[in-house]
């Protein structure tokens, strides 16, 4: 009981509990997420015309972008966008005479290393997205004299989402995961909260609890969502299964 | 592009190469049994069991393997006379055993539930058939079930294998000198992250290669069933 009382002021909402700051960070983990994963929603996009383009070469630079993001450590994604977007910075900061150093902002590397590493599974989803459109769809979209870009937005667009779904909501599963790792770069999301709770306490094991019960409601919630989000855009719709 | 400073650095990340796949490999093997374990008990656990099963995989797949990590080498440490008191402090003292037990952990949820779906993959029929024929308990296991199942879990697991080599990478965290903890501690000492970038990516995608080709090798020897038949003597 004493056990329980003590864990409950530590990351209660209490004079000395951790819980409002808790809370802020699973916020700002909710956010660079969310970001992330839009950034990588219109880079996927973009990818994604590129695969399934006429012209070889952007073919090749599509499986590419995918084969390397998709079979690189995230961590190491995170140092490039960090070192690398300050040495840019700095030599920005260079070219106006500035000559110190400019550090990348951590929200901005998070929202930028997410973007590109889920835009290479995003794209690979949208793929496989559209390859299940039927073609009589596209044929008959054409047949009304539809443009290309009335015939995406009305036609090739709802779809191609609506398919996309169950394969959007693992990636997305995936950003959210991967955004504990954002936390090396000092942004003060729910591990770098856990982390600084933990060494001011010295009870890492609470806060790390904690921390995993945190993500475990946002993912289970997420699931929920996407799980709702999927019947909804099948309502109409027969399936044989 | 500074190809000197390319190769210097290729030189630098190189030692780190076995320890990444040492971590892997370990995990990996380790992380596979305790799969089999936890589908076992899944199987034959009745109720208890699979919602002991579906908790662990729920948990371990809901949460970040970095913060399970730190709960592991940091947060066990608050439990530092019990643990000595049952002699299992030497491990969790240890970084390197700390990140084993996370990856295998962590991979134990994942692959189980691979194996899961390779079982079910198996029709009843095809089962039927073989009581049929008279073949019962290992026998039906060893010549029907698992070849059947292996064959159909073998793309996913081998996207696994492939997820848990990048993963090794989150080791670097708490203080391992592998591949991606020697490339940070280059990129913070001489400022050039692209070229480090490079040259530890082309490293990891080497890696990957040689294991989606021995996975093929794998398949192919996997499915004699499903390759050409010679053409037939008119």
């Given at each position: 009981m004493e056990l329980i009382n003590g864990y409950l002021t530590l990351v209660g909402f209490g004079e000395t509990g951790w819980g409002a700051l808790l809370l802020a960070a699973a916020a700002m983990t909710l956010g660079v997420s969310v970001c992330g994963f839009l950034t990588g929603t219109i880079l996927g996009s973009v990818i994604t015309f590129m695969q399934l383009s006429r012209y070889m070469l952007l073919r090749w630079l599509a499986d590419g972008y995918t084969t390397v993001l998709r079979g690189v450590p995230d961590l190491l994604v995170i140092y490039l966008f960090y070192f690398g977007g300050s040495a840019f910075l700095g030599y920005l900061g260079g070219l106006f005479g500035y000559h110190g150093f400019i550090g990348m902002p951590a929200f901005l590397t998070g929202t930028l290393a997410l973007g590109v590493v889920s835009a290479a599974y995003q794209s690979e989803v949208f793929r496989g997205a559209f390859k299940s459109v039927a073609s009589g769809e596209l044929e008959a979209a054409s047949a009304v004299g539809m443009r290309p870009w009335p015939k995406f937005r009305r036609i090739i667009a709802p779809l191609v989402l609506r398919y996309a779904i169950p394969g959007l909501g693992n990636t997305w599963q995936l950003v959210l995961k991967e955004s504990?790792?954002?936390?090396?770069?000092?942004?003060?999301?729910l591990l770098r909260q856990s982390q600084i709770a933990a060494g001011s306490t010295r009870r890492p094991f609470e806060f790390y609890l904690t921390a995993v019960v945190l993500y475990l409601i946002i993912t289970w919630a997420s699931s929920m969502t996407f799980h709702r989000l999927e019947t909804r855009t099948l309502r109409g719709t027969r399936r044989a299964l | 592009m500074d190809l000197a400073f390319m190769w210097e650095t290729f030189l630098t990340l190189l030692p780190g190469l076995p320890l990444t796949l040492e971590l892997a490999a370990t995990s990996i093997l380790a992380g596979g049994i305790l799969a089999v374990i936890i589908c076992f008990i899944a199987v034959v656990g009745g109720p208890v069991g699979r919602g002991f099963a579906q908790g662990y995989v729920f948990v371990f797949r809901g949460s970040p393997l970095l913060v399970q990590m730190f709960l592991i080498y940091y947060g066990l440490g608050q439990f530092r006379p019990f643990l000595q008191e049952v002699g299992v402090w030497a491990f969790f003292r240890e970084p390197y055993w700390c990140a084993v037990i996370a990856l295998t952990l962590n991979t134990a949820a994942y692959t189980s539930e691979i194996f899961r779906g390779g079982l079910q993959a198996v029709s009843v029929q095809q089962v039927e058939a073989a009581r049929a024929c008279g073949m019962s308990g290992p026998l039906l296991l060893q010549r029907i079930v698992l070849p059947i199942a292996i064959r159909q879990a073998l793309p996913a697991y081998g996207n696994e294998i492939i997820l848990m080599l990048k993963a090794t990478a989150l080791a670097s965290v708490i203080t391992i000198m592998e591949v991606t903890g020697l490339a940070g501690k280059l990129i913070a000492d001489s400022f050039r992250a692209f070229e480090v970038f490079i040259v530890a990516g082309a490293i990891y995608l080497a890696i990957t290669f040689l294991v989606t080709r021995l996975l093929m090798i794998v398949e192919f020897w996997l499915s004699p069933h499903l390759r050409m038949k010679p053409p037939a003597l008119t």
């Open positions: 504990a790792l954002i936390s090396v770069t000092g942004l003060v999301e | -």
